[in-house]
């Protein structure tokens, strides 16, 4: 019997299971990462323990310092529980619309980060949220945060070149997992880590495989692959240099909020699988592919996060 020497060990290595209740109609097949079985609730453990062994190891991140970062949730979920695991104070920027992320706020809190909640007017009434665009006011006071102070470390999630290695890990699990045989891979856009992570690794194995990102409806911006997507200190990043790579990504679409919540709640039903909304845009778009695809094929996507992170409102949240 295998017993951890710490929870930190138990990152990653996420089982895989095959849909059959959403699929009894579809002869392709839909395998499903669940994410959500990382120790915090969501494949962001898998960023935050990178990037901070990796901020260790070259010296950036020194005992004593703190750790600050600008989220949708997930990444600050797990920021606060590997950080202050670890040792170092942690502050979260949580920009988010209303209530929706009041079960993130306190769990982050549980875990003994430090967390500023920031509510812009204009996204006082938005539903679906795209972590890529509603995240830069609480970029920006990390970035002015990290030149006040030396002892301040950001992790910057949206272009940290640590968080697609990360993915890149996720991305040889499946391969081993599905042994190889992966069709196509579906994947929602929050910083762009977890597409271009395992795109990278999946599309140099298997070289026809396609790999489809989604939006949430209410994104400004519209992602293009093969076209440039704004970049600065506090835009961009990954995404930017994903969508510019040539042939990593082939499509993105979007999925509106009601459908994405809609999806989550058959998901949960008719599968068993108590996973977040981003969860349902994913296996979505996942079953339409595998419907497109046919006979002996298999699509592949991950379930990001948990669903006790959702219960006072249901929202596509990337």
Same mark, same amino acid.
């Given at each position: 019997?295998?017993?951890?020497?710490?929870?930190?060990?138990?990152?990653?290595?996420?089982?895989?299971? /095959?849909?059959?209740?959403?699929?009894?109609?579809?002869?392709?097949? +839909?395998? +499903?990462?669940?994410?959500?079985?990382? $120790?915090?609730?969501?494949?962001?453990?898998?960023?935050?323990?990178? &990037?901070?062994?990796?901020?260790?190891?070259?010296?950036? @991140?020194?005992?004593?310092?703190?750790?600050?970062?600008?989220?949708?949730?997930?990444?600050?979920? %797990?920021?606060?529980? +590997?950080?202050?695991? =670890?040792?170092?104070?942690?502050?979260? !920027?949580?920009?988010?619309?209303?209530? &929706?992320?009041?079960?993130?706020?306190?769990?982050?809190?549980?875990?003994?980060?430090?967390?500023?909640?920031?509510?812009?007017?204009?996204?006082?009434?938005?539903?679906?949220?795209?972590?890529a665009e509603i995240e830069l006011?609480?970029?920006?006071?990390?970035?002015?945060?990290?030149?006040?102070?030396?002892?301040?470390?950001?992790?910057?999630?949206?272009?940290?070149?640590?968080?697609?290695?990360?993915?890149?890990?996720?991305?040889?699990?499946?391969?081993?997992?599905?042994?190889?045989?992966?069709?196509?891979?579906?994947?929602?856009?929050?910083?762009?880590?977890?597409?271009?992570?395992?795109?990278?690794? @999946? #599309? /140099?194995?298997?070289?026809?495989?396609?790999?489809?990102?989604?939006? $949430?409806?209410? *994104?400004?911006?519209?992602?293009?692959?093969? #076209?440039?997507?704004?970049?600065?200190?506090? =835009?961009?990043?990954?995404?930017?240099?994903?969508?510019?790579? $040539?042939?990593?990504?082939?499509?993105?679409?979007?999925? *509106?909020d009601t459908e994405a919540v /809609?999806?989550?709640?058959?998901?949960?039903?008719?599968?068993?699988?108590?996973?977040?909304?981003? *969860?349902?845009?994913?296996?979505?778009?996942?079953? /339409?592919?595998?419907?497109?695809?046919?006979?002996?094929?298999?699509?592949?996507?991950? @379930? $990001?996060? %948990?669903?006790?992170? !959702?219960?006072?409102?249901?929202?596509?949240?990337?």
């Amino acid at each position: 019997m295998y017993v951890a020497k710490s929870i930190l060990e138990l990152i990653g290595k996420t089982p895989m299971v /095959k849909l059959s209740n959403l699929t009894k109609d579809i002869d392709a097949n +839909v395998l +499903v990462k669940l994410e959500y079985l990382n $120790p915090s609730g969501s494949l962001k453990d898998r960023i935050a323990l990178e &990037m901070i062994e990796q901020a260790e190891g070259e010296g950036v @991140l020194q005992p004593g310092f703190t750790i600050v970062e600008a989220s949708t949730g997930n990444t600050g979920i %797990s920021f606060s529980f +590997v950080g202050t695991l =670890k040792g170092y104070r942690v502050v979260i !920027y949580e920009t988010i619309p209303g209530r &929706m992320g009041e079960e993130k706020i306190k769990i982050m809190k549980n875990y003994g980060a430090d967390v500023k909640v920031i509510t812009p007017k204009e996204l006082e009434h938005e539903r679906s949220v795209a972590g890529a665009e509603i995240e830069l006011p609480g970029r920006k006071m990390c970035l002015e945060l990290e030149r006040r102070n030396p002892k301040v470390w950001w992790a910057r999630q949206f272009s940290n070149p640590h968080n697609v290695r990360a993915h890149n890990k996720t991305a040889r699990e499946i391969l081993t997992q599905t042994k190889g045989r992966v069709d196509a891979f579906v994947a929602s856009i929050g910083t762009g880590g977890t597409l271009m992570g395992i795109a990278e690794v @999946l #599309k /140099k194995e298997l070289p026809h495989i396609k790999i489809i990102g989604i939006q $949430p409806a209410s *994104s400004k911006v519209t992602m293009v692959p093969g #076209k440039p997507y704004p970049k600065s200190e506090i =835009k961009g990043g990954i995404i930017s240099d994903m969508l510019e790579k $040539p042939n990593l990504i082939d499509e993105i679409v979007r999925v *509106s909020d009601t459908e994405a919540v /809609k999806m989550t709640h058959r998901l949960r039903v008719e599968e068993g699988l108590y996973a977040g909304v981003s *969860s349902g845009a994913n296996v979505l778009i996942a079953v /339409k592919e595998a419907q497109r695809l046919g006979d002996g094929k298999n699509v592949v996507t991950v @379930l $990001p996060d %948990s669903g006790d992170r !959702y219960l006072t409102e249901e929202h596509y949240v990337t």
